[in-house]
């Protein structure tokens, strides 16, 4: 089963960004297939997406804490017109973040997407035969 979240912080940047929830769900599934720009450490790994209108090189970059199996989360996104990467210190707390988010249990996902902490953008549910 495939799960992925995004925080509130990454909510509120999508938003000004225009980017609706498809895009980072056909990362996530780009992800599964080997398709990752960057492992950063400590479950922390870059993708570019495309941007509405703009394609991926002129389009964003997004932040994800994930196993690579079943969870992301994505945690932190800009767009590359902006800045060209994140500090040193953005980078050691997006690890401390991946590390929290990796270690949480499914009763906890469940209070922080009921709670509004996290919100689910794509479910996949293994198909039983």
């Given at each position: 089963?495939?799960?992925?979240?995004?925080?509130?912080?990454?909510?509120?940047?999508?938003?000004?960004?225009?980017?609706?929830d498809e895009i980072p769900c056909r990362a996530v599934s780009e992800m599964q297939q080997g398709l990752i720009d960057a492992d950063l450490g400590?479950?922390?790994?870059?993708?570019?997406?495309?941007?509405?209108?703009?394609?991926?090189?002129?389009?964003?970059?997004?932040?994800?804490?994930?196993?690579?199996?079943?969870?992301?989360?994505?945690?932190?996104?800009?767009?590359?017109?902006?800045?060209?990467?994140?500090?040193?210190?953005?980078?050691?707390?997006?690890?401390?973040?991946?590390?929290?988010?990796?270690?949480?249990?499914?009763?906890?996902?469940?209070?922080?997407?009921?709670?509004?902490?996290?919100?689910?953008?794509?479910?996949?549910?293994?198909?039983?035969?």
């Amino acid at each position: 089963m495939k799960r992925a979240f995004k925080t509130r912080h990454f909510v509120r940047w999508m938003r000004k960004t225009g980017l609706t929830d498809e895009i980072p769900c056909r990362a996530v599934s780009e992800m599964q297939q080997g398709l990752i720009d960057a492992d950063l450490g400590s479950g922390l790994v870059k993708k570019r997406v495309a941007s509405p209108g703009r394609g991926k090189r002129g389009g964003v970059r997004t932040l994800l804490a994930t196993n690579k199996a079943d969870r992301w989360f994505f945690v932190f996104g800009f767009e590359k017109n902006e800045r060209a990467n994140i500090s040193d210190e953005e980078l050691e707390g997006l690890r401390k973040i991946a590390k929290l988010l990796l270690g949480v249990t499914s009763v906890q996902l469940t209070v922080a997407v009921r709670d509004g902490s996290l919100q689910e953008i794509c479910h996949e549910e293994k198909s039983q035969g």
